[in-house]
């Protein structure tokens, strides 16, 4: 699980495309992810090709790292799938952080591009993609090689001070 420890939010990319093998691989975790109540609320859009990225990067300020990624997931919960409609969010955001994680593990840079809650956002990317609106679109997750070889390290986060025990 180094993967935990060295991965970090990488926004400068390669011109180097993603493998198939390697984008299966990285939704295969994202899908491995703990839902509630096992309702596996995800669905996923992979964007690649620069002119399809450029039209993307448009649904919100921040989103430079799209000029350099060859790839973007964006994170989908199909609502009128949900089981537990209250723990979509939850869901998402575990099986965002699989596939950063297997990111990290393959060798792969991502940083996570927040979209829900913001409606803006969220309509953008419905109409981008032709998306119904029971299709709500949640994160965005730019990938690519890092331009660093050392883009994923670990940096120690532990602090005490932010932990109580209670006995």
């Known amino acids: 699980m180094n993967a935990i420890f060295s991965r970090r939010s990488v926004r400068q990319f390669l011109d180097k495309e993603i493998e198939q093998e390697k984008i299966v691989q990285i939704l295969k975790a994202a899908m491995q992810a703990p839902s509630a109540y096992n309702q596996q609320a995800w669905e996923f859009v992979v964007v690649s090709g620069r002119e399809n990225l450029?039209?993307?990067?448009?649904?919100s300020p921040y989103t430079m790292p799209l000029n350099t990624a060859t790839l973007a997931v964006v994170v989908v919960c199909p609502?009128?799938?949900?089981?537990?409609?209250?723990?979509?969010?939850?869901?998402?955001?575990?099986?965002?952080q699989n596939l950063m994680l297997e990111a990290c593990d393959i060798g792969l840079g991502s940083v996570w591009l927040g979209v829900a809650p913001e409606q803006?956002?969220?309509?953008?990317?419905?109409?981008?993609?032709?998306?119904p609106e029971?299709?709500?679109p949640y994160a965005v997750v730019a990938l690519g090689y890092p331009t660093q070889q050392d883009a994923?390290?670990?940096?120690?986060?532990?602090?005490?001070?932010?932990?109580t025990y209670v006995k």
């Open 120 to 131: 803006d956002r969220i309509e953008f990317l419905q109409k981008l993609y032709d998306l």
């Open 79 to 96: 609502k009128d799938t949900l089981k537990v409609p209250g723990m979509w969010e939850q869901d998402l955001g575990a099986a965002t």
């Open 54 to 59: 450029e039209k993307l990067k448009k649904f």
């Open 152 to 163: 994923n390290k670990f940096v120690d986060r532990y602090d005490e001070t932010k932990i």
């Open 134 to 136: 029971n299709k709500v």
